[in-house]
């Protein structure tokens, strides 16, 4: 299996024999793909500030955060506050909780396109909320998205995520390359009647990190609009971005927006926010779109996520920005010393690893899976956390004592997956 494995499965038995015992109830052992990898995952028994201590209580420093989600990383002392407070005085009923409307209030007044918000448990369901309110103004069914983008789980978009993916679905999505902005006019030019809307990242997070170009979000919003489609705008991970989202610094005013993630501060949240005239398919007086969910708006998600929102200040995104730029430049200098082929793609906080000097390929079409997840399992070893595809996340409260000690791990991780490739070749 190799020394890297070898020495994973030697310091981790409990999370061995963690996850035999939750196969035994769970397919597969979990309930989130992207929290599986093999030989197998960690299970965490705690989390505070950037630290994770797993079932044999050994330390980790995250740097994944929940895949973006946590911008103020675990157990933030003010989230924790109003949590606590909030439970003590239940956590859900049928009713309005004022938590909502203060949510609410911040976001539109941070983001110029939101006139209104509706609230969802997660970025799955903002995905298909956003879509019914497309299909309900329009009249249409398809969608047209990015190729290897993703908007959540609802299969219009998962063949778009993993073409090939269950084929019966093709038929309802329409497929643009990803800063192309030619394929998306063409596709609009000759399908656009039968498309509802068009749905981008800013910031393509599953994909590796791409950023889109401002010329292609205008393009394509113009070419939208003028089939009569809406144009859909998916910042759940790229919000963290600018106190205003990714929209903000591309100056774009999207007709809706999906939100998740950092808005509900470590906590079930999504959300789909738009003009007035949109969102107005829900009105009780004349309701063209039923929506409701047990959760959605919960008193405790929206607690939270209102921290978690005030707290992301331009000055603490301008901090992350610096540090993630710091290391950045710190994996690719040790990069370079071991002669190890190392790109990253980077948007403020947020950046992913590739192992090719070349320029990264299209998102979804990797030649350094063997690499990566070496240098995965060897950063675990070292007590490092990144995503199994290489992206990388910070947090307000990381500061250049960590980011040089998460470079000094990584750096570890990457002199043992050099010395076992060395040794496989």
Not at 10 to 36: C, D, F, I, K, M
Request: aromatic share 8%; hydrophobic share 45%.
């Amino acid at each position: 299996m190799g020394k890297i494995v070898d020495t994973y499965r030697e310091l981790t038995p409990g999370s061995a024999a963690a996850q035999v015992r939750a196969e035994r109830g769970v397919v597969g052992g979990n309930s989130r793909g992207a929290a599986y990898w093999k030989p197998y995952p960690l299970t965490i028994q705690r989390a505070v500030g950037t630290t994770l201590v797993d079932v044999d209580g050994r330390e980790y420093t995250d740097m994944v955060n929940n895949y973006t989600a946590l911008a103020h990383s675990h157990a933030y002392p003010p989230i924790v506050e109003a949590v606590t407070r909030q439970v003590a005085k239940g956590t859900s009923w049928v009713a309005n909780n004022v938590w909502q409307a203060e949510l609410a209030e911040l976001l539109i007044e941070r983001i110029p396109a939101l006139e209104s918000v509706r609230f969802t448990n997660s970025g799955s369901e903002a995905g298909i909320l956003a879509l019914t309110i497309a299909r309900a103004i329009t009249g249409r069914s398809k969608v047209l998205m990015a190729r290897h983008g993703y908007h959540g789980i609802l299969m219009e978009y998962e063949v778009g995520s993993f073409p090939g993916f269950m084929p019966h679905w093709q038929d309802n999505t329409y497929l643009g390359n990803y800063n192309d902005a030619d394929s998306f006019e063409e596709i609009l030019a000759e399908h656009g009647d039968e498309i509802a809307a068009v749905v981008l990242e800013p910031v393509m997070g599953a994909g590796g990190v791409f950023t889109a170009t401002s010329e292609f979000l205008r393009r394509v919003q113009t070419a939208a609009n003028a089939a009569g489609a809406l144009f859909i705008l998916d910042e759940v991970i790229s919000f963290r971005l600018s106190e205003g989202g990714a929209q903000a610094l591309y100056r774009i005013e999207p007709d809706l927006t999906m939100l998740g993630k950092v808005i509900g501060g470590g906590y079930p949240v999504g959300a789909v926010g738009g003009k007035l005239a949109h969102l107005r398919v829900f009105d009780p007086a004349a309701a063209k779109v039923v929506h409701s969910g047990t959760f959605c708006g919960n008193p405790v998600s929206m607690a939270a996520g209102l921290v978690s929102v005030r707290h992301l200040t331009s000055e603490r995104i301008e901090r992350m920005d610096q540090l993630a730029a710091r290391l950045a430049t710190g994996l690719t200098a040790h990069a370079s010393n071991l002669s190890l082929p190392l790109s990253i793609k980077r948007n403020g906080s947020l950046m992913n690893v590739f192992f090719t000097t070349d320029e990264p390929r299209a998102p979804g079409r990797r030649e350094d899976a063997q690499v990566m997840h070496l240098f995965f399992l060897a950063a675990l070893n070292h007590g490092l956390v990144v995503a199994p595809r290489g992206l990388i996340s910070l947090s307000t409260v990381m500061d250049e004592g960590l980011v040089d000690n998460v470079v000094r791990r990584a750096a570890a991780a990457m002199e043992d997956v050099v010395e076992e490739w060395t040794a496989e070749i």
